[in-house]
């Protein structure tokens, strides 16, 4: 089965970036779409942006648009997220997921690593 594994997080300020990766197993990219979600204390894991395995749309939630940016390099099997003007809100841990379809529903992803935590702070 698929195998995901997250790094890049930590602390920054607020305006500040980070990048976070999802490493994949080889040939996973190929054939599933890959997205990330957060979820911070007390709140229910949201999709942040995902990317499909066919011709590469991405999707954002409205709260991140303009300032993430989601790509992958099938020839390393990772996928990344750069985050930019990053703000207190952002803070929470961030999984990366796989599944069939793509979009922002938690639900639609089977697979799921085992999160980084980026913070934020003002």
């Known amino acids: 089965q698929g195998k995901l594994v997250e790094s890049g997080g930590g602390l920054v300020q607020e305006g500040g970036s980070l990048r976070l990766s999802c490493a994949a197993s080889?040939?996973?990219?190929?054939?599933?779409?890959i997205g990330w979600f957060r979820q911070a204390p007390g709140k229910n894991r949201e999709g942040v942006s995902s990317?499909?395995?066919?011709?590469?749309?991405?999707y954002y939630a409205d709260s991140v648009k303009g300032r993430f940016t989601i790509s992958r390099d099938n020839d390393k099997n990772t996928v990344y997220l750069q985050m930019n003007k990053l703000k207190p809100d952002d803070t929470a841990v961030y999984y990366c997921?796989?599944?069939?379809?793509?979009?922002?529903?938690?639900?639609?992803?089977?697979?799921w690593g085992q999160g980084t935590q980026v913070t934020v702070s003002s």
């Open positions: 997921a796989m599944g069939w379809y793509p979009g922002l529903r938690p639900i639609d992803y089977d697979f």
């Open positions: 080889p040939g996973t990219l190929d054939y599933y779409a």
């Open positions: 990317i499909s395995a066919s011709d590469d749309s991405t």
